[in-house]
């Protein structure tokens, strides 16, 4: 028997459609039920690659006895946080609020009448374990306290509403006294120290700190810290850690260790094109080590391979679990990914074995539950005995050599998964929805690989993926969110705005230097019009910044929040104010510049007081004061600029220029004197970067 979900365009909400428990999606209909029967809301918010969120659907969402409680005593609802990343950050900022952490799923229990969260956890198992109560006696216990503690609930919901409130309206946006490059420096120190190797916990990729502390090296701060060493070893331990898929490709969510040894296996779009892109920054930068631009290869290959629609859109994620045979009755962790050292010993040669050994962490007791993840062991170039093993490995995974498979098709669900005649190992799930910010980040990845490594092909899978949300992505004028099928679903937030008119620009700059793979014009032209609908449906004008969603799709929401932290995607404020500047070089228009210096101003105090949370809003400072435009009438400057690391420079191709002159460098407001060699041009941009 199916509940409400059956219908949902969700893969995530579809996994709960046969759930016992009467869930209902996210809409007035079923806030308006909950008011009207004074029943607390249950809100489960998670995403379809979410490990815990599939266990805690599998064993307490799956249970009668609980089914047959919350039915009776709450409005059960289920958000994909994917779908409405605004409710989400609500309901996360009150749970962190009310227990100090956070994470998915994200368990909420709010007052029908106020939407007003009043009790919020994680994951709860289905009997007591792990040192927490069983979900049955949470449960109880929650509506025990909802019918006969009224007093201290409404107190409770008072002293986090006021919080949330407090939170939407920032402090005065002095920041102190401070001095912007003081704050720079301070912002460089926090994001190096933060990305500095760690000898515990997990080890998440955490992109948007590394990419400042990259950025900001070129202005040597005084420190403790070797910025250089530190941004270097973080590529390092993405392109030769078991995070990175060394048979084919693509980038896992995290790994559980400090030593960047076993991942949690799901590969999420968003982290590959973050992930990309840095590793071609720091390329750019003279770090040309081998491993970065086989990283950026194979996981081009495998997002053409496995997340690329035939429409040319990229697919959201892919699970960390999978299943080991047809008939097994739930998928395992990695399964997908990891080896037996016996599977090892069948597909390699002795020459390849030994050889995989040296260079991999393979050794008969494995790493992983007695599984082997392949993690190298040192920098360079793999040898071609070693490629010629890995490409063994993959032929054995997906059973069918590299070669031959130019396309592997996704399994959209656990029934797909199990009844394929798959050739190899069956695949983890895809969740092959559209999401416009992630196919951003992952555009924009491929631009800046584009550039740097002068690879024609990645601009145009690039361009196809901005041509497809350009075509599809817009209804009646108003910018959406996701896409279903080639449907278009939910108005666009924050992060689809910003994410996508960056990667529109990173397509312009790109495309100057690749000669005419693409227009540039047309690029920019596009970004200046959905720039003006951002403007228009987010900005906030009593505040200064964007929120998180449109005024006409934000009257379900307790609070209107403008997200300025970084979490595993960068915030949107951060990326929307450094593209105001961006925009400022290439059109003249000042009007940029002032929404920029006003939503800089906003965020000033957060900069100042909470500077580990907002790395973004670090770099756009750097563009507001170090932004550099570079006039040339020759493209083949531009094409020769373009692979250097250059964070805050723009290229603008004109028809004409002061006679004698090659470029004109232009730092924000004001120009330097025409330069009339590439020399002469290469040392006024030097200058120009190392000014702030």
Avoid at 238 to 254: E, S, T
Avoid at 267 to 276: A, E, F, H, P, R
Avoid at 342 to 353: A, F, H
């Amino acid at each position: 028997m199916t509940n409400r979900l059956v219908e949902a365009k969700s893969l995530y909400l579809r996994k709960h459609a046969e759930n016992p428990i009467d869930w209902w999606s996210w809409c007035d209909e079923a806030l308006a039920t909950a008011k009207e029967k004074n029943l607390p809301i249950f809100l489960s918010i998670g995403y379809s690659s979410c490990h815990w969120c599939t266990v805690m659907e599998g064993e307490a969402f799956s249970d009668l006895a609980i089914a047959e409680y919350m039915n009776a005593n709450f409005l059960p609802i289920k958000v994909d946080r994917e779908e409405r990343p605004d409710i989400d950050s609500i309901y996360m900022q009150a749970l962190q609020m009310m227990s100090g952490q956070g994470g998915w799923p994200l368990n909420a229990f709010l007052s029908p009448d106020d939407l007003v969260p009043f009790y919020a956890g994680t994951y709860f198992p289905l009997e007591p374990r792990y040192g927490r109560p069983g979900f049955l006696q949470v449960l109880q216990a929650i509506r025990r306290y909802y019918d006969t503690e009224k007093n201290d609930l409404q107190q409770r919901k008072a002293v986090i509403t006021e919080a949330l409130l407090t939170s939407t309206v920032l402090q005065d946006g002095t920041g102190g006294d401070v001095a912007e490059n003081e704050l720079l420096r301070k912002g460089w120190e926090t994001c190096t120290a933060i990305i500095t190797p760690n000898p515990s916990g997990n080890s998440f990729p955490m992109i948007p700190y590394g990419e400042l502390a990259l950025r900001l090296n070129r202005l040597n701060f005084p420190s403790r810290y070797d910025g250089a060493q530190v941004v270097t070893q973080r590529g390092l331990d993405l392109a030769l850690g078991g995070i990175f898929d060394h048979v084919a490709g693509g980038f896992h969510r995290y790994t559980v260790d400090s030593t960047w040894t076993v991942p949690h296996f799901e590969k999420m779009l968003y982290d590959n094109g973050q992930i990309v892109e840095y590793l071609a920054n720091l390329w750019s930068a003279g770090v040309e080590e081998p491993a970065f631009e086989r990283a950026i290869a194979k996981t081009v290959q495998w997002l053409t391979r496995e997340m690329t629609a035939p429409e040319g859109y990229f697919y959201a994620a892919q699970d960390a679990d999978s299943f080991t045979n047809s008939t097994a009755i739930e998928p395992e962790e990695g399964a997908f990914y990891v080896w037996s050292y016996g599977e090892l010993e069948e597909l390699l040669t002795n020459e390849e074995l030994t050889e995989l050994q040296q260079e991999f962490t393979v050794s008969a007791n494995g790493n992983f539950e007695g599984q082997i993840v392949l993690q190298r062991r040192h920098p360079g170039k793999l040898s071609d005995t070693l490629e010629i093993a890995l490409h063994k490995l993959f032929t054995a995974r997906y059973g069918v050599n590299a070669e031959s498979l130019d396309t592997f098709p996704p399994a959209r669900d656990n029934l797909e998964a199990k009844t394929t005649n798959w050739p190899g190992r069956i695949p983890s799930v895809t969740d092959t929805k559209m999401i416009v910010a992630w196919n951003s980040l992952m555009i924009s990845g491929l631009a800046r690989a584009a550039g740097v490594f002068q690879q024609a092909s990645y601009l145009e899978i690039a361009a196809k993926a901005a041509n497809f949300i350009l075509v599809h992505q817009f209804v009646d004028g108003r910018f959406h969110r996701l896409n279903y099928e080639n449907q278009p679903h939910l108005l666009a937030q924050s992060e689809d705005y910003a994410f996508f008119i960056k990667a529109l620009l990173d397509l312009h700059q790109a495309s100057l230097g690749m000669g005419n793979v693409s227009s540039p014009t047309f690029w920019l032209e596009k970004a200046i019009t959905l720039q003006d609908e951002f403007n228009e449906f987010l900005w906030s004008l009593e505040l200064g910044g964007y929120y998180n969603a449109a005024i006409d799709a934000s009257q379900d929401l307790i609070v209107r929040e403008r997200s300025y932290a970084d979490n595993a995607t960068p915030s949107a404020n951060g990326i929307a104010i450094a593209n105001l500047v961006r925009l400022t070089l290439l059109t003249d228009n000042l009007d940029y510049l002032n929404l920029a210096e006003q939503g800089l101003k906003a965020f000033r105090s957060v900069m100042s007081s909470a500077t580990q949370a907002c790395p973004s809003l670090f770099t756009a400072l750097d563009w507001y004061r170090n932004s550099t435009l570079i006039r040339t009438t020759n493209t083949e400057h531009i094409k020769s600029l373009i692979p250097k690391h250059l964070p805050t420079v723009v290229f603008a191709a004109v028809s004409n220029l002061p006679e004698n002159s090659i470029g004109l460098v232009c730092q924000g407001l004001k120009c330097l004197a025409p330069a009339e060699s590439v020399e002469q041009m290469w040392q006024q941009v030097q200058q120009s970067q190392s000014r702030g």
